[in-house]
């Protein structure tokens, strides 16, 4: 989809991303209201009527807006992304391993000198093996 494609809504796409955007800027200024920064709610609250306003009276023209909104997103992704799951990696899946391989039993060590990995089955009628593939869960 090019640049032109991309930048062009229907009436209900824009006019859905301009409330959605004007409510997350209502809450965010709530929020600057109720922590006592007068200003910055303020100028969040304008920001909200504005984008209302855009979203009900011209919403077909909110495409080069949500073409925007959308590149800061990917970008933001990009960088957010590789640092959360990195953190992930390595201050959390890391040392589970490691004091697993520490303190307890590694779940793939297997014995050596065994003859084969099967693990050994009880026996079973026809009857009970057929009742256990009835109902597996």
Do not use: K, N, Q
Request: proline content about 7%.
């Amino acid at each position: 989809m090019g640049p032109a494609a991309a930048a062009r809504l229907t009436a209900a796409e824009g006019r859905r991303f301009g409330l959605e955007i004007a409510l997350g800027l209502a809450v965010l200024g709530g929020l600057a209201w109720w922590r006592s920064h007068a200003h910055a709610a303020m100028v969040l609250a304008a920001v909200a009527v504005l984008a209302c306003v855009a979203a009900l009276a011209m919403p077909r023209r909110l495409g080069p807006v949500r073409a925007a909104w959308m590149a800061l997103g990917h970008a933001i992704g990009r960088v957010v992304s590789p640092l959360f799951f990195g953190a992930v990696y390595y201050l959390i899946l890391t040392p589970t391993g490691i004091a697993r391989r520490t303190f307890g039993r590694s779940p793939l060590a297997r014995d050596p000198a065994a003859p084969t990995y099967w693990m050994p089955r009880s026996a079973r009628t026809p009857e009970a093996a057929r009742v256990s593939m009835e109902r597996y869960f």
